[in-house]
């Protein structure tokens, strides 16, 4: 009897289940439906120059004389419902060969102008800046972003998911920035053979922003609700040529490097061991819109490292990829799914083991397909019994409705010529393992309704169902209120290798509102309630995990926040756990634990020199224990030339026996020297109490021309610090950007 209702149970789920994502799809495809351009009226009209122009910050040319001119900018922060107080001016023009602007930002207030340092891709919150967003395919979605900020640290990247830009892209072009008593400007030359666009389209989408640190003003000139960013390209105006663009040139670049590096293992007690590389990078522009990128005997010695964590967690974190040639472009791979449910993450590639050589297509077909290919091939280590293999990726995205379009995604892992040992203590390695997946991405014409609905499935040697994924999510953002719901399904025995699914067999909702209150006077600009709730379940639906969230927001008319926070937490543990993750005993599988937390995070404002962040938590912990965390950023400037940050962790744990009473301290200064925009010089020292390991790793690069760098790394590992060496390496590398 309570079998049958069991099964009567289950397919009275399974059945609402299918109905209500069946309903859910076909709620998001009506909201897609509607496809007016919001900022349709706001035009720039573009015409071929009339003279040469020299960029030098001057704008005493008759081309810009003669150049069309943009009205007033409209304030986006910190209220969205009036014209900017600070003046920008922006003009545009081109020839055969260049798309030229010119920014004009007149100081609304007397002193100096607010600068983190010359580093390029800065942080936008943190600077004074002049940003220019394009939509050079017309299609609301994908584009380009350039600019500076007031000392002429370059800004550029390529847009995606219609409002997100990816810093990681860097290609030629050149730009001045000038300095006045009552306004700085910004002048730049765009090679058309640095970006890429649809071929014969006379109008563009495109936007310019504004951060003025000093007035505490966020503008733009076509106008952009304020919880939105000024990126959105849902709110461009549109750029009107008098002719269609040139026809990119033949634009083909190779880039080889050379590398001399040495290192040696003091803790291991091994030789001293030398190191002499060469590889090329080549990108080949196929089309005006589609380019070919191909790598051979990559090196990455030259990536930031990771900012180190202190690891409380049971399952594995997450460390975004640094590595330019998995970035540029690689929305399309790395961005399918969500956060926790990633088929596709590159750092699963190469970081074992070297990589030979690799190849990747990307880009529009046409304005409603795009396409990206990618094939890598490794190397076999023979140390971990890891065969050499290869990595395919084909994605495909086709543009619906206003700004939504259906992606599809499948991922292949093959171990080439591999016969595991069976009888050795090495890791046996599966001999392929494949992903499939589709997706469906909710934009509507004006960004208040975002979605996603995901179906994934693997493959592999050992699949034996319950091998697949189904996922969605809504949300609504207008400038009061912000409503989410999402769902997560992924199956006890789906498998990604080359992704990031850090745990399997459960079912989560994902449910969060807040709202918003606008004072009409007072130092508060806003403030507000938000919760919001994390509960898991297993395939059967019986509760494993869940956290509940409940905080207050607070945020200033000087852009400094703070937030009060209540959190509830219960974990059913599903495998033994060590809460100190030191190696110490474990909590018993199936115990129960429960506890409630008090929090508060601070955010100073960003127009002093001394910037803040602080975080504390003080609640429960596993075991009936007390666990305290402290955790902060503290930032200062030397304004262009030098931006310390210190960060500090501290966490303690306060347990029964075996673990008793832990503290961990995770302490982390970072120097960053900008003596020009054009040489950066940056230090960044890790202590991590946890892992028992101190880390120095420095680096300076030399941009002697666009896009060619010189690199110096130096890098060192100890412990017991300050003494101890355990390792140290030494890198010298040379990149130089070659058009043919």
Not at 226 to 247: C, H, K, M, N
Request: overall charge positive; proline content about 5%.
């Amino acid at each position: 009897m309570q079998y049958l209702y069991y099964v009567q149970f289950k397919t009275k789920y399974s059945v609402a289940v299918r109905i209500f994502v069946w309903f859910f799809f076909s709620f998001l495809i009506s909201l897609s439906a509607i496809a007016q351009k919001k900022n349709q009226s706001f035009q720039l009209h573009i015409q071929q120059a009339v003279s040469t122009i020299q960029i030098d910050g001057v704008m005493d040319e008759p081309a810009w004389q003669e150049a069309d001119s943009t009205s007033q900018f409209f304030m986006v922060l910190p209220m969205d419902t009036s014209l900017a107080q600070v003046h920008t001016q922006v003009k545009m023009t081109y020839d055969s060969h260049n798309l030229y602007l010119i920014a004009v930002c007149y100081n609304e207030r007397p002193g100096p102008y607010m600068v983190e340092s010359l580093k390029r891709d800065f942080s936008f919150v943190k600077n004074d800046n002049f940003l220019l967003f394009m939509d050079t395919y017309d299609d609301k979605t994908n584009g380009f972003s350039f600019g500076a900020n007031a000392a002429g640290a370059q800004w550029d990247g390529t847009m995606y998911e219609g409002g997100k830009v990816d810093l990681s892209w860097d290609n030629k072009w050149e730009s001045v920035v000038k300095n006045y008593p009552d306004k700085w400007i910004f002048e730049a030359a765009i090679p058309f053979k640095s970006i890429r666009y649809k071929k014969g389209i006379k109008e563009w989408g495109i936007n310019f922003s504004r951060n003025d640190l000093k007035s505490r003003e966020k503008s733009s000139w076509a106008p952009v609700p304020r919880q939105f960013p000024t990126a959105s390209l849902a709110y461009t105006g549109t750029l009107i040529w008098d002719r269609p663009p040139p026809e990119a040139e033949m634009n083909v670049s190779v880039i080889p490097y050379l590398l001399t590096g040495v290192s040696k293992d003091y803790e291991n007690k091994l030789h001293t061991a030398f190191k002499k590389e060469a590889g090329v990078d080549a990108k080949i522009a196929v089309t005006s819109a589609l380019n070919l990128d191909l790598t051979v005997n990559p090196d990455f010695s030259q990536v930031d490292v990771d900012k180190q964590v202190t690891n409380l967690n049971r399952y594995e974190l997450f460390f975004p990829e640094k590595r330019q040639f998995f970035l540029e472009n690689g929305d399309q791979f790395s961005n399918f799914g969500y956060a926790s449910i990633r088929p596709f993450f590159s750092r699963r590639i190469g970081l074992t083991t070297p990589i030979d050589a690799g190849a990747r297509l990307s880009g529009k077909l046409d304005k409603n397909w795009r396409i990206g290919v990618m094939d890598i091939q490794t190397r076999a280590n023979d140390s971990l019994g890891l065969p050499a293999q290869n990595f395919s990726v084909l994605a495909l995205q086709r543009k619906i409705f206003a700004r939504s379009n259906i992606g599809f995604i499948f991922i292949d892992k093959e171990s080439e010529n591999y016969h595991p040992d069976t009888t050795s203590s090495k890791t046996i390695y599966s001999k392929y393992n494949r992903n499939i997946g589709l997706e469906y991405n909710l934009a509507s014409a004006n960004n208040l309704w975002t979605g996603k609905m995901l179906l994934l499935k693997s493959f592999n040697p050992a699949s034996s169902g319950k091998n697949f994924v189904q996922a969605g999510h809504l949300q609504y953002s207008s400038r009061k209120w912000t409503i989410l719901g999402q769902y997560e399904y992924v199956g006890t025995n789906y498998s990604a290798e080359v992704g990031y699914v850090p745990r399997h067999g459960y079912v989560k909702l994902n449910p969060s509102i807040a709202y918003n209150f606008f004072p009409a006077a007072g130092r508060v600009l806003s403030h507000g309630p938000q919760f919001s709730g994390v509960y898991y379940y297993d395939t059967k639906f019986n509760t494993t995990d869940n956290e509940t969230v409940f905080s207050y927001l607070v945020t200033m008319r000087d852009r400094s926040t703070i937030t009060g926070l209540l959190i509830n937490d219960f974990v059913k543990l599903l495998a033994p756990f060590d809460p100190t993750n030191t190696g110490k005993d474990s909590l018993l599988t199936g115990s129960r634990h429960n506890w409630n937390t008090v929090g508060v995070d601070i955010v100073s404002r960003p127009q002093q020199l001394l910037t803040y962040t602080f975080s504390g938590r003080y609640g429960g912990y596993y075991a009936n224990g007390k666990k305290l965390t402290l955790a902060s950023d503290i930032g200062y400037r030397i304004q262009p030339y030098v931006s310390i940050i210190m960060s500090t962790s501290f966490n303690s744990l306060q347990l029964p026996a075996p673990w008793g009473n832990t503290q961990f301290w995770l302490i982390g200064p970072r120097i960053d020297a900008t003596l020009t925009n054009k040489f950066f010089m940056t230090a960044f020292l890790q202590y991590n109490e946890q892992l028992k390991n101190m880390n120095l790793n420095a680096r300076v690069q030399w941009r002697y021309k666009p896009a060619s760098d010189l690199f110096l790394v130096y890098t060192d590992n100890y412990y017991p610090a300050p003494l101890a060496v355990r390792n140290r390496a030494f890198v010298l590398k040379w990149t130089y950007w070659w058009n043919l």
